[in-house]
């Protein structure tokens, strides 16, 4: 009787998860063939109870009548175990259909239960399910005793496995940047780039840069680069350097002395490019070493600096040329990347791969990784449930609440009405057998 009723429990279980959601009723409509099938079958075992009943009821009419007729002691103890019978019959249909509607439809307190009771059945389910599977001692004892780092590790450190998870994060990578429109990137990329330059000043970082790059010599290759390419420009345009200092002299010199200014003009500027290029201690060198020092100073303390470089930094994000530059950034992204989540050989999926199988393989050999694994999915599922225990209960009640009870009733005694009736059947077994039992004992004492 214990099995049936865990089975009975079990249909329940899967009766109402169907249901979840449904409409109209507690449950999603499409059976209507296995509804009928289970119906027919509550039906025969119905007769079949009732029947033992009808036979128990016989017997002891027959076995009443044959012990008053002088049969013998034999018919006291069949009408003992039959009237037995027939109480433990009716003792347990009444149970049985207590449970769905009122016996007879007598208005009898405690009956019909789950039509009357649904709401609270429903309120102490969604307390049960809460307190006893919801509960963050449950959730770590469970997912302590399962194990899953280690066995994710084992999963994940065969190849195919990776290959599975490989294809599957790049197909929704893929998706995900194909769904992606671009102005809401550059909308959001914008925003954030705005926000994390306005929340802080940019002034003294520059300057404690700057002041690095000095101290490390890292601006001499930018000097010399520069020196280089001034010689070099010099002595492709001397006649241009000449012309444009003669053509800035006076009207009232003579030409042959402007171009004689211009000749010594060019040659100085010469000779300074090629010594600041050709001498590391040139006094134009140690000058703007001095120069660059003092306004990283200026940078990282000079109030007057620091707005005008904010005041700078603000003209900088508000012109086009930014906006757009984040545009073609994020387009050249977003192509690079679909384009290596298609290949299955590009180094993005390969490297991607190579790693998930290096993880799998740390993961199914190291005790300390699999426990942190471990802690952190407990830590996770934790949060979740004990932050949203009550929304999930609320689901169980309110779904139940939702349901129509007569039809609810109905239902389940579709779905555990066959495996009911074996209480009947049992009851009139076990009261005969009482029954014979207990006439036994009176008659040997």
Known sequence: MSADRVTGSRTVGRAADAGAGAAPGPFRPGGDAADEERRRGVRRMKTIATGLFLLATVVYALAHWAE???????????????????????????????????????????????????????????DFVGENFLSEEVVRQRL??????????????????ADRVTEQTAAALRGALTVLRDSDVQAVVGEAINRQAGAREVAP????????????????????????????????????????????????????????VGERVYKELLR?????????????????????????????????????????????????????????????????????????????RLRARDALLSLGGRMAGDERLQGKVDGWLEDAATYVVTTYRDEITSLITDTVAGWDADHTSRKIETYVGRDLQFIRINGT?????????IHTVSELF
Not at 144 to 161: K, M, T
Not at 321 to 337: C, K
Not at 429 to 437: I, P
């Open 429 to 437: 077994v076990v009261g005969a057998l009482a029954g014979l039992l």
């Open 205 to 260: 970082a520059l300057g404690r840069m700057l002041e690095k790059v000095v101290v490390d010599g890292g601006h001499h290759r930018a000097v010399d680069l520069v020196c280089t390419r001034a010689e070099y420009w010099l002595m492709e345009h001397e006649e241009s350097v000449m012309t444009a200092v003669a053509g800035g002299a006076p009207g009232w010199t003579p030409r042959f002395v402007d171009r004689k």
């Open 272 to 348: 300074f490019v090629t010594e600041m290029r050709h001498m590391p201690d040139h006094p134009a060198r140690q000058a703007l070493d001095r120069f660059l020092t003092d306004f990283a100073a200026e940078l990282r303390s000079d109030p007057g600096t620091k707005a005008r470089v904010e005041q700078l930094k603000s003209d900088l994000l508000a012109r086009d040329e930014v906006q757009d530059l984040i545009e073609s950034a994020w387009n050249a992204v977003r192509t690079t990347v679909v384009a290596a989540t298609e290949d299955p050989g590009s180094q993005l």
């Open 68 to 126: 008053t007729a002088g049969a013998g002691p034999w018919a006291g103890y069949v009408a003992a175990a039959a009237e037995a019978g027939m109480v433990g019959a009716l003792a347990d249909w009444f149970a049985v259909t207590a449970l769905f509607r009122r016996p007879l439809g007598l208005p009898i307190p405690h009956t019909a239960i789950i039509p009357t009771k649904k709401d609270v059945l429903g309120r102490s389910l969604g």
């Open 144 to 161: 302590r005793a399962v194990g899953i780092g280690a066995r994710l590790g084992a999963w994940l450190s065969r190849p195919e496995h």
